[in-house]
């Protein structure tokens, strides 16, 4: 089961790769595909962050 905390940070990533594909393809702007590729670095960034919570809360 999913705990609150593994939800945020799905949300979280979910999010940040929205707004990465709306940068991409210019959903809410003029197209900035640099942008787009900078936020797009986010997503691996906070999954692999909230593992890493995740893992050192489960270990103790």
């Avoid at 707004?19 to 210019?26: A, D, E, P, T």
């Avoid at 900078?38 to 919570?53: A, D, N, R």
């Amino acid at each position: 089961m999913l705990k609150k905390s593994d939800l945020l940070i799905l949300a979280a990533a979910f999010m940040s790769f929205l707004l990465s594909i709306s940068l991409w393809f210019g959903v809410i702007g003029p197209p900035d595909r640099e942008a787009g590729i900078f936020v797009g670095l986010w997503v691996p960034s906070i999954l692999g962050t909230g593992l890493y919570f995740v893992l050192r809360s489960r270990s103790r």
